[in-house]
């Protein structure tokens, strides 16, 4: 009875060792995000400094912007659906075929915007085989108020073959396409881009996406995409504005996309690249972290 007491402690000991060296969210993580959807009950956020919704519209572009009509609470796009139990972390949001509707959250507080100086960090998991289940350009994320290559923070899969996968910090159309008089308008474009030719997509695994952004609408600003922890590039010295009519600037979702989502995050600060590890290397995802 005496050794057996001795080797529960020992084992007690191990267990709390154990849980100690699981990796947590650092309080600076915690403390600065806006906006979660962690899609394991339903569309709502689980926490939201904004409207906690979703949306569902039908998008059409007039003048190179684009256009929302019919605009619904909820997700009524029955190509979309939330899949128990195959997320990262609980249940994921599945995105099916093609549709010509559109579903987003909107960006007022849900992202703390400045037009003149402007940071913030958005994180995500995604599990997708881009060469069988992709077809063409597709946005897992977009945020704006116009269109992909105006005012707008983006990922996309490419239509090569493979798919590749391009981080875009697109400032003020009327601002950056100036450039083009001294060269291409492909060239400028690709400026304000983090490409990768064969990112490592799977449907059999997931992978972490971060962005991380700072002083946007200065000549200081920069961007930088990580996956899975790993930076892959950085965008610097991008000096357009970044303008938004905030009402009517969107997190839109899934835009051509089909595949998982999971754990939508945004943070009110750049974060750094020992943070983007810890989200990474998170145990049971940012929803158990949430402030209460």
């Known amino acids: 009875m005496k050794y ?15 849980a100690s060296c699981q990796p947590k969210i650092s309080p600076e993580i915690r403390d600065a995000l806006t906006f979660h959807a962690s899609f394991d009950e339903g569309t709502m956020a689980d926490f939201a400094l904004g409207d906690p919704k979703i949306y569902t519209a039908k998008a059409s572009y007039v003048n190179s912007k684009r256009q929302l ?18 997320g990262r972390f609980g249940n994921a949001f599945e995105f099916g075929d093609k549709s010509n509707t559109v579903i987003f ?24 085989d881009p060469s069988t289940d992709l077809d063409g350009y597709t946005d897992p994320i977009q945020i704006t108020d116009a269109s992909f290559n105006d005012a707008s923070i983006w990922v996309d899969f490419t239509d090569d073959d493979p798919p590749g996968f391009r981080l875009g910090v697109i400032g003020d159309k009327s601002a950056w396409t100036l450039d083009t008089l001294n060269s291409s308008f492909m060239e400028e474009f690709e400026k304000r881009l983090v490409s990768i030719a064969k990112p490592q997509f799977s449907r059999s695994t997931w992978t972490h996406i971060l962005i991380a952004y700072d002083a946007l609408g200065t000549s200081n600003s920069w961007a930088s995409l990580y996956l899975n922890g790993e930076k892959i590039g950085t965008i610097s010295g991008i000096d357009d504005p970044f303008t938004w009519e905030l009402e009517q600037s969107n997190i839109f979702l899934g835009l051509g996309f089909t595949g998982l989502m999971d754990e939508l995050s945004i943070f009110n600060k750049p974060l750094t690249e020992e943070q983007a590890l ?5 145990k049971d995802g940012i929803k158990s972290m949430i402030r209460k």
């Open 69 to 86: 009509d019919g605009i619904q609470e909820g997700m009524k796009d029955s190509n979309h659906r939330i899949t128990k139990g195959k």
């Open 4 to 18: 057996s007491n001795i080797s529960l402690a020992i084992i007690g000991a191990l267990w709390l060792l154990l």
């Open 278 to 282: 810890e989200l990474y290397q998170l």
């Open 105 to 128: 959250y909107k960006s007022k507080d849900n992202i703390v915007y400045n037009p003149q100086n402007w940071s913030g960090s958005i994180s995500f998991w995604l599990s997708v």
